[in-house]
């Protein structure tokens, strides 16, 4: 094999790499559904919201920070494929299960309203809460530390 052939063959597997390394990072196509999924989980005398999205994003910031009856968190999409585009100023809305033992009303991904897209949870009455970005891009927990 020559040594502009190797090249080449170099160049393909790394253009290779770097398009699956691509797909991997904005995963399927999002179409029917923004919101993954939105679980809670109890640990020790804690309550956590794990909210899951459809494509990746990066944690922004939060609102107000402590707590509230509503907690408004700003989300910044990243690569999210050409087929969804769209899906980023939609607004969508789901109940987690077992929602009343957090105090949880709905969980909003409002991707229609100025400032966002935002991740909103709206509680039944006002709680404490950290909000925890993941690491993986997709998720973010928020743990509702106590019921006021």
């Given at each position: 094999?020559?040594?502009?052939?190797?090249?080449?063959?170099?160049?393909?597997?790394?253009?290779?790499?770097?398009?699956?390394?691509?797909?991997?990072?904005?995963?399927?196509?999002?179409?029917d559904?923004?919101?993954?999924s939105?679980?809670?989980?109890?640990?020790?005398?804690?309550?956590?919201?794990?909210?899951?999205?459809?494509?990746?994003?990066?944690?922004?910031?939060h609102?107000?920070?402590?707590?509230?009856?509503?907690?408004?968190?700003?989300?910044?999409?990243?690569?999210?494929?050409?087929?969804?585009?769209g899906?980023?100023?939609?607004?969508?809305?789901?109940?987690?299960?077992?929602?009343?033992?957090?105090?949880?009303?709905?969980?909003?991904?409002?991707?229609?309203?100025?400032?966002?897209?935002?991740?909103?949870?709206?509680?039944?009455?006002?709680?404490?809460?950290?909000?925890?970005?993941?690491?993986?891009?997709?998720?973010?927990?928020?743990?509702?530390?106590?019921?006021?």
């Open positions: 094999m020559s040594h502009k052939t190797k090249r080449h063959l170099v160049l393909f597997l790394a253009a290779l790499i770097l398009f699956a390394a691509g797909f991997a990072i904005s995963g399927p196509p999002a179409r559904r923004i919101i993954e939105a679980l809670l989980n109890t640990v020790h005398h804690d309550v956590i919201l794990e909210v899951k999205l459809t494509f990746p994003f990066r944690y922004q910031s609102f107000p920070q402590e707590s509230g009856e509503e907690l408004r968190i700003r989300v910044a999409p990243v690569r999210v494929p050409a087929s969804d585009l899906a980023v100023f939609r607004r969508e809305g789901m109940v987690p299960p077992d929602a009343e033992k957090a105090a949880i009303d709905e969980v909003l991904y409002e991707g229609d309203i100025a400032g966002g897209p935002y991740v909103t949870v709206r509680f039944t009455r006002p709680v404490r809460y950290q909000v925890i970005p993941g690491n993986d891009y997709r998720s973010l927990s928020v743990v509702i530390q106590e019921l006021l």
